[in-house]
C-alpha cells in the first residue's frame, strides 16, 4: 500500500496522550515519525512516561497504554540540555520537515525546539508546539492536562443529568481532539513551506481546543446569552425526543431531529395517535410537553428489548444501543468492519490495539508494534552521519 504521507520527516519530543495520538495519525498514513525520548535519569522512569502508565506493563519500559498511541514510529533518546545533544538536534532538523512537542508552553524555548532556534538550521522546519495554555502569558509555565480542561471549559458543567454534580467525559477527549488539530497543523505548515521555502511556529494548546469546542453552544452565549442547561437522559437542548429511553434490558438513544423521523417513530412504536396531539405536533409543542410525551412513550419503550427497538428503527430511525466498554468492542458490526487491529509486540504476540480511523482506497491502515525504548538511536544517528565512535561517545557523555 502507498502511504500518502511517505516523505514527511517528524521529529516529536512527546509524552503521554496528546501528543503522540497527534504523530501516530502521520505515522499510521505513512510519514516517518521519530520520537525523541530523554535518557533515563535518576529518580525518573527512562523514556515517555506512557511507557510506565496504565498498569499493564509489556515487558520493560513498555504498556499496553504507550502502544495504543505509539504504533509505526522510530524511537530515539536525545537529551537536549546537553550540549553535545544540540549538534544532533540540528543535523536531525536538517533532513526534517516539522519538529513537533507536546511540553510546557514554556520549555520549547528553553530547549531551543521552536522557529527562533531552528530556522538558523533549516528556514523551511515548521515548529509544531501542543501545549496547555500556549507559550506566551501568565499560564505559559503551568503543567495541564485533559481533566482541567474538561473542567474549565464547561465540558463538566455540560455533562451528566441536570440534577447530578458535574461529571467529565469518560475519555479524555481534549487530548484527542487537540492531537488531530495538531496534527491539522502541522500537515498545513509543511504544505505552506514546502511552497514557500520558510518555515513557522505553529501552537495549539488544551484549553484553546477546549473552548473553540463549545461551537454553537458558545454563539448562543456570546450572541444572545443563552446558557444550555443539562437536560434529563443526555438530551438535545431544544429537540424532542432526542435522549435515551429506558428499555426491557437496558438504554437506547433515539434521534428525531426531523420531522420525518418523528413520524416514523410513533408509527414503528405504535403510537401514531401521538402525531395528531397539538401537544407534541411540532418542536417547541414537544419541548414545552417534554414531561407528559415521556409519561406516554416510556411504557412503550420498555416493552421491547434494545435489540428489538434497533431491528424496528434503523434505518428509518437515527438510533443506537447504549453499551457497556465490553459490549462496545465485542460489538459484531466494529468487529466486522476491522476496527481492532492485530499489533505483535515481542512480549505479547497476541496483541490487540484500536484500528485507524481512516481507510485508503477501502482499507484500514497497517501498523507495526510502537518502537522500544531507544530501539532506533544507533540507527537514526547513523544515517545522519555519526560514526559507531561517535555515537560511543555521545552515550558516553549521557547525551543520547
Not at 435522549?243 to 408509527?267: N, Q, S, Y
Not at 431491528?311 to 430511525?317: I, N, Q, R, S, T
Request: contains cysteine; aromatic residues 8%; neutral net charge.
Amino acid at each position: 500500500m502507498s502511504l500518502p504521507l511517505r516523505g514527511l520527516r517528524i521529529l516529536s519530543f512527546e509524552q503521554f496522550g496528546a501528543g503522540p495520538f497527534a504523530t501516530m495519525h502521520l505515522a499510521d498514513l505513512g510519514a516517518e515519525v521519530i520520537k525523541v525520548e530523554p535518557p533515563a535519569t535518576d529518580g525518573e522512569p527512562p523514556g515517555d512516561v506512557a511507557r510506565h502508565t496504565g498498569g499493564f506493563p509489556l515487558g520493560e519500559n513498555d504498556s499496553q497504554y504507550f502502544q495504543s498511541f505509539n504504533r509505526n514510529k522510530r524511537s530515539l533518546t536525545l537529551d537536549v540540555r546537553k550540549p553535545e545533544a544540540k549538534a544532533a538536534l540540528h543535523r536531525l532538523v536538517a533532513q526534517a520537515d516539522a519538529v513537533a512537542n507536546n511540553l510546557r508552553g514554556d520549555l520549547p524555548a528553553r530547549l531551543g525546539l521552536d522557529y527562533a532556534a531552528l530556522s538558523a538550521v533549516k528556514p523551511s522546519i515548521v515548529c509544531v508546539h501542543l501545549s496547555g495554555y500556549g507559550r506566551n502569558g501568565p499560564r505559559a509555565t503551568w503543567p495541564a492536562y485533559d481533566y482541567l480542561a474538561q473542567a474549565e471549559a464547561g465540558f463538566c458543567a455540560l455533562t451528566g443529568e441536570p440534577e447530578a454534580a458535574p461529571a467529565r467525559a469518560g475519555l479524555s477527549l481534549v487530548d484527542f481532539m487537540s492531537g488531530l488539530t495538531a496534527a491539522t497543523a502541522l500537515l498545513a505548515g509543511v504544505m505552506g513551506a514546502r511552497a514557500s521555502g520558510k518555515g513557522c511556529d505553529l501552537d495549539v494548546s488544551l484549553y484553546d481546543v477546549a473552548m473553540h469546542s463549545l461551537t454553537y453552544v458558545a454563539s448562543w452565549y456570546l450572541n444572545d446569552s443563552f446558557e444550555v442547561q443539562r437536560r434529563p437522559r443526555g438530551g438535545h437542548p431544544f429537540v424532542v425526543p432526542c435522549e435515551m429511553f429506558p428499555t426491557r434490558d437496558g438504554h437506547l438513544f433515539v434521534m428525531c431531529i426531523k420531522p420525518a423521523f418523528w413520524k416514523r417513530f410513533c408509527e414503528a412504536a405504535g403510537l401514531p395517535e401521538l402525531l395528531s396531539d397539538p401537544r407534541f405536533r411540532g418542536f417547541e409543542a414537544r419541548l414545552a410537553n417534554r414531561e407528559a410525551l415521556m409519561a406516554l412513550l416510556d411504557p412503550a419503550m420498555r416493552a421491547r428489548s434494545s435489540a428489538e427497538w434497533v431491528a424496528l428503527l434503523a434505518g428509518k430511525v437515527p438510533v443506537a444501543p447504549v453499551l457497556s466498554l465490553a459490549q462496545a468492542l465485542d460489538n459484531p458490526y466494529f468487529r466486522a468492519q476491522g476496527g481492532v487491529l492485530d499489533l505483535p509486540h515481542p512480549a505479547r504476540p497476541d496483541l490487540k490495539v484500536m484500528a485507524s480511523p481512516i481507510r485508503l482506497n477501502g482499507a484500514r491502515l497497517a501498523g507495526r508494534a510502537g518502537p522500544a525504548y531507544g530501539a532506533d538511536t544507533a540507527a537514526i544517528l547513523a544515517e545522519n552521519g555519526y560514526t559507531v565512535d561517535e555515537i560511543g561517545q555521545l552515550r558516553a557523555l549521557g547525551a543520547v
